[in-house]
């Protein structure tokens, strides 16, 4: 008994301690989220804001591990939680997860359970079931793209039962840890150093159980928990400790169950401490729930013995008939006065009668090729089938249990569409009530389809569940995106619609059994594309069922049907014009025949030799996704495949009368130019002869007006379908609306009220109208006039280098030759007051490119290379906007003769700590353009060695990291300077790698991968990039030689990089139209601001343009120089604006960045009162790199006011 009691007592202490740590850990100022799933998904960590989770499908909260309280249930139908994407999950340096999970079934190999991403290679980390070790789990951190690293766990948590999963990453040493039930399982290493990646800008959710060939985790969750540091082992042993089971669990039936038989027993599984068990049992749940033995209340059947001694048999049969049954079993250790109290579990009989009809009784859109089904009743030997037009249906037949498929009848052929069916099964011989007993089931009813599976018509108007009116209840729901929602927009084909901006928003309707559409099919809708923004872009898709999608890189779209290898229709009509566009997709079951129409007209049709089952999954479907920008209307999905004619109805819905495509787009800013008016236009509604315009600043009388009243709203009544308002003021809000008119038939069609409102500045500028097509090139009359060395364009600027919106201007300067400046001028048609609405500051945004830092020297044999440069790899051309180019430094010979051609090089040393990928090697290059096709064999600091080509020119590289030894791959991610690199070129073009330790042992290190093929002239020589754009990468190269061809003398160069020249110095000058044309320049402060490669403001008082009147602005100029020869570069410029006086840190005495001048600020002066040069410049307000008198005076000419700049 002592022993027994020492025990015990230590049991308890250890508890307590558990407790303690455990709560401890609670409280970790490190635990990011917490999700206890308590009975919500609920974020309580302890880092702010809270980021709570979503519900998807029908999950439901149960009890949790005995000791957590209570766990979502999730049935591997469906169901999942999803987590928004928050800053405070953004973790890359050292991370742990954990969380309690229960597996009752992995649904498939490589199953995820939890996981930051969105599939198996998106990903931030993931837990998911182990392809290698199945049933295990697979603990990684990273992509499968990335080189992101995993670890295979031994323990087998595919039981049914709770473990505790810990996963920990350490970025210091690269350790991953994977511990189950609080003890070490598995473990690997990632390259020291390595941060976890981060999913900027996807910004993937978390989610507990996603989705996977199908397929949804079949199981239990609780207490998930993320910290940004690692869990030591005795932490997280805390959190795994394997509490103990006090209670009976593990019921059988189980609870909830249904369908229970007559003669069922019960039992479960014990508590860890029990000796014995009181079992009650009974129909009536408060007496189960609260009945003793001293107080039975008719419940209290029985106390089992022994221990092992886990099942009860009820004394009489279970009643028939989905009866309740309810019980409970408590837990008693008589040694030590113990009883655990037990769950309330019910279930529920059998029924003799049949159950669970399918369709539904009283379903209203049974598709044409419906079968019934239903749950036999209990014991029944046969079922006799009553099915019919009329109520009550005529018999038909009789199913025997013995029969193949004994619960489920086919209607001979397709049903009719809209005609309501009644239906009955009548259950014989079943048993407990022996031959000849009957149990007639329920009467049911149901009503095919009229064909029409889903219906979004999008003009809900608000909310963020689209509503589905075909009366299927297929509504959708807002995507959860950190960056944006959907839009409803007035601005739709037919009424209402949906607008998508681009930036990860989306619409996804909740997987439903009747879009599982297997045989015909049709898919229908409106769309308004302003812009494809990717690749294979999705506009509407149930995925590995059916989508609609952008066809590769085109203007196109596909349509396709999934089942074996994808049936794909693509398309030959472009869509992506900004204008709307009806697309439909057909699908013929019985002949394979799948179609495409635009706009009614067929685009293109695949015509089927094997017509296929078009495969269910339980996959959302998706409206909208992967960063469309785009207006979605009228979305249908039919179960037949809809004729030429349907499709012409549906193409040839009237456009409603109401005026459309209003200009400014409903709830936009608007930038407005200088004392110009803002112009309104829309489409004209049919029918439409005049327009009434009204305008105004209050949204009630906008839409209240009538031409009366209020005063000043009604403006006029017109033919015009443009308006043109102004001035306006800045950083309002106005709204207008227009009433389409018919005075023939008296017709007046009320319209919607559209808003917009002005920013807060004047643009002069923003580069966003000008096209390739004359007049509106940027270089025509109306744009900017090159002079000097100057040349404009913006066929890069719109694609990458842009501050704001779609398009910026480039300016090339090329000062090499007399007058030394290049220059680029707008000529306004008319002269702008640079006054309006008090404006006093001028902004532009500008950024360049960094010096050029690239050299080659050779002494003495030993080469040396300098170089910045992104990499030699996948870099994105900027002139094209597709395909890829390099950045590198090239020290090499041009090859013109015929015959092989071999370069060796031993790369000595890698300096510059620029990146674990910078990389130094031997090329083979066809010419010295960026995009040129190539091969490369390179060492890089901490990736190995590696072989990489392109083939063809601008396409994406190959790399390949391993060679071969017989029949074994061998890995060169160990591979580090000093390595002897080789490239041989063979007299037909193909170009070989390989790479030596001493220099001679070449053959036994060749790295076999396909071959890229060069043809004469072609370049060979020494190739370096830091794989930083910012930094400098220095290698050494000894032992060069190349061998073979005719060869040209040593050269060297950047190629790809882009670079300027310091001392080119900035300036802006501005011209009236006043008598004399009186001008002013402004040179930029920094003549180092050409090397910026980011965006740099450059505000100016409009002051400092003295002698200029600014009422009459007739041009402004930009450029560089004059200077003596100073080298060529580019400059891009962006965002010309005009600014009333506004709060700009660093521009006043607000050092604080509240926008007002108090002690706070004074503080900060006069802590660096007389600093030592150089000054702070957000403190030295006058430039004088000194902080004194100077700037206090400046301060004190705003002593208590708001702080805004420009002074006066």
Not at 504 to 518: G, K
Request: proline residues 6%.
């Amino acid at each position: 008994m002592r022993k027994k009691l020492i025990y015990l007592i230590s049991f308890v202490v250890l508890l307590a301690l558990a407790g303690n740590a455990s709560a401890d850990l609670d409280s970790d100022p490190c635990l990011v989220a917490h999700y206890t799933l308590d009975g919500d998904a609920n974020d309580t960590g302890n880092v702010s804001p809270a980021d709570n989770g979503v519900l998807y499908g029908d999950p439901v909260w149960t009890n949790g591990r005995t000791g957590l309280g209570g766990s979502i249930d999730l049935d591997g139908t469906g169901d999942w939680v999803q987590i928004p994407d928050a800053n405070k999950l953004d973790i890359t340096d050292d991370l742990t997860v954990a969380f309690w999970l229960r597996v009752d079934d992995f649904g498939s190999v490589w199953q995820t359970t939890v996981i930051k991403g969105t599939s198996w290679n998106t990903h931030v980390w993931k837990f998911e079931q182990s392809g290698e070790n199945p049933g295990s789990l697979l603990w990684r951190v990273g992509g499968e793209a990335t080189t992101g690293v995993g670890v295979v766990g031994v323990t087998d948590v595919n039981d049914g039962k709770w473990h505790h999963i810990a996963g920990t990453y350490e970025k210091a040493t690269g350790s991953l840890i994977l511990y189950i039930d609080g003890v070490y399982d598995a473990s690997a290493l990632a390259t020291p150093g390595t941060a976890i990646p981060t999913d900027d800008p996807n910004h993937w959710p978390l989610y507990i159980s996603l989705v996977k060939d199908g397929e949804y985790i079949d199981g239990g969750c609780d207490d998930l928990r993320i910290y940004r540091r690692v869990l030591s082992a005795e932490e997280i042993a805390v959190l795994g400790y394997n509490i103990p089971y006090l209670q009976a669990h593990s019921p059988d039936p189980s609870a909830g169950q249904a369908g229970v038989s007559a003669d069922a027993n019960l039992s479960w599984t014990k508590g860890d401490y029990a000796l014995t068990h009181d079992v009650y049992f009974g129909t009536s749940e408060p007496n189960v729930a609260n009945a003793t033995k001293s107080i039975p209340l008719g419940v209290y059947k029985t106390t089992t013995t022994p221990d092992t001694n886990t099942t009860y048999t009820p004394l009489v049969p279970l009643e028939l008939g989905n009866k309740t049954y309810y019980w409970r079993v408590d837990e008693v250790n008589d040694a030590n006065s113990d009883i655990w109290p037990g769950w309330v579990w019910s279930f529920a009989s059998a029924s003799a009668s049949v159950s669970n009809p399918s369709p539904a009784d009283g379903y209203q859109y049974a598709a044409p090729d419906t079968k019934l089904t239903w749950t036999a009743g209990y014991g029944a030997l046969r079922h006799k089938v009553f099915f019919g037009t009329v109520s009550p249906p005529p018999l038909i037949t009789t199913i025997l249990m013995t029969d193949p498929d004994p619960t489920t009848w086919d209607p001979p052929g397709d049903l009719v569409k809209g005609q309501t069916y009644y239906w009955m099964i009548v259950a014989y011989d079943y048993l407990l009530g022996g031959s000849g007993n009957v149990a007639p089931g329920p009467e049911w009813s149901f009503r095919a389809t009229n064909g029409l599976r889903a219906w979004w018509k999008f003009d809900d108007g608000d909310g963020n569940t689209p509503v589905d009116s075909s009366g299927n209840s297929n509504d959708a729901v807002f995507g959860i995106s950190p960056n944006s929602l959907p839009a409803w927009t007035t601005d739709g084909r037919i009424g209402g619609a949906l607008e998508f901006d681009g930036d990860q928003d989306w619409v996804e309707v909740r997987h439903d059994p009747n879009l599982d559409i297997t045989k015909s099919m049709t898919l229908a809708v409106w769309i308004k594309i302003n812009n494809f923004g990717g690749d294979n872009q999705s506009i509407i898709g149930k995925f590995d069922n059916w989508k609609f999608e952008r066809a590769g890189t085109s203007g196109t779209i596909l349509w396709c049907i999934e089942g074996g290898a994808p049936w794909t229709t693509y398309g030959n009509i472009s869509i992506d014009d900004g204008g709307w566009h009806h697309l439909t997709g057909t699908y013929d079951g019985t002949t394979g025949v799948q179609t495409l129409y635009v706009d009614g007209v067929q685009d293109t049709q695949t015509s089927g030799t094997t017509p296929h089952t078009i495969p269910t999954s339980t996959n959302p479907l998706y409206i909208g996704s992967n960063g469309l920008d785009c207006i979605i209307d009228d979305l249908r999905v039919y179960d037949y495949n809809l004729s030429a004619s349907e499709i012409g109805a549906l193409v040839d819905i009237p456009w409603p009368p109401y005026a459309r495509t209003a200009n400014p787009v409903n709830k936009s800013t608007v930038a407005m130019e200088p004392d110009k008016l803002l112009t309104l236009s829309w489409v004209a509604g049919p029918g439409a002869a005049s327009h009434d315009v009204y305008f105004g600043t209050s949204l009630s009388d906008v839409n209240d007006a009538n031409h009366s009243i209020p005063a000043g709203i009604f403006k006029i009544n017109q033919v015009s379908t443009t308006y043109g308002v102004g001035p306006l003021e800045t950083e309002k809000t106005y709204y207008w609306r227009i009433d389409e008119v018919n005075d023939a038939n008296s017709d007046i069609w009320k319209g919607f009220v559209w808003r917009f409102t002005t920013a807060e500045y004047f643009s002069v500028d923003s580069f966003e109208d000008y096209t390739n097509t004359s007049p509106k090139r940027i270089f025509d009359p109306n744009g900017w006039i090159y002079g000097g060395g100057g040349y404009v364009d913006f066929s890069d600027s719109n694609l990458v280098m842009v501050h704001g919106g779609q398009q910026a201007m480039s300016l090339d300067c090329d000062n090499l030759a007399s007058p030394y400046d290049s220059n680029a001028t707008r000529t306004f048609g008319s002269s702008q007051n640079w006054t309006v609405d008090g404006v006093k500051s001028l902004e532009l945004w500008v950024r360049g490119w960094p010096a050029y830092v690239g050299s080659w020297t050779e002494v003495s044999g030993t080469h040396t290379i300098t170089a910045a440069g992104e990499d030699i790899w996948n870099v994105p051309n900027l002139k094209s906007g597709t395909g890829y180019h390099d950045e590198f430094h090239y020290a090499y010979k041009e090859i013109t003769g015929s015959g092989s051609v071999t370069i060796i090089a031993k790369v000595d040393s890698i300096d510059g700590n620029t990146s674990p990928w910078a990389k130094v090697g031997v090329m083979v290059r066809q010419s010295l353009d960026p995009n040129s096709k190539n091969a490369l064999m390179c060492i890089t600091p901490e990736m190995g060695a590696a072989f990489q080509y392109r083939q063809p020119d601008a396409n994406s590289s190959t790399s390949y990291d391993y060679y071969t030894s017989g029949e074994d791959y061998v890995a060169m991610r160990d591979i580090n300077a000093p390595y002897w690199v080789r490239l041989e070129v063979t007299s037909s073009g193909g170009v070989d790698a390989s790479y030596s330790l001493n220099g001679t042992d070449f053959d036994s290190h060749y790295v076999t991968a396909p071959r890229p093929y060069i043809t004469l002239p072609y370049y060979v020589g020494l190739a370096v990039t830091a794989h930083n754009v910012s930094e400098i990468c220095t290698a050494q190269f000894s032992n060069v030689s190349i061998t073979g061809g005719t060869q040209s003398g040593w050269s060297n160069g950047d190629i790809g990089i882009y670079s300027n020249v310091a001392a080119l110095p900035l300036y802006i000058t501005l011209e009236d139209d006043s008598v004399g044309s009186n001008e002013a320049t402004i040179t930029h402060t920094d003549p180092n601001i050409v090397l910026q490669s980011t965006w740099q403001a450059w505000d100016i008082a409009l002051s400092d343009f003295t002698g200029v009147d600014l009422t009459k602005i007739k041009k402004i100029t930009l450029g560089v120089g004059p200077a003596d020869p100073c080298g060529t570069g580019t400059l891009y410029i962006d965002d010309i604006r005009l600014y009333p006086p506004r709060c700009m840190f660093g521009r006043t005495g607000d050092f604080t960045g509240d926008c007002f001048v108090n002690c706070n600020d004074l503080k900060i002066l006069a802590d660096n009162w007389l600093s030592s040069s150089p000054a702070d410049p957000g403190i030295d307000l006058n430039d004088d790199d000194k902080i004194n008198f100077g700037d206090f005076a400046i301060m004190a000419s705003q002593w208590f006011e708001e702080a805004l700049w420009p002074i006066e």
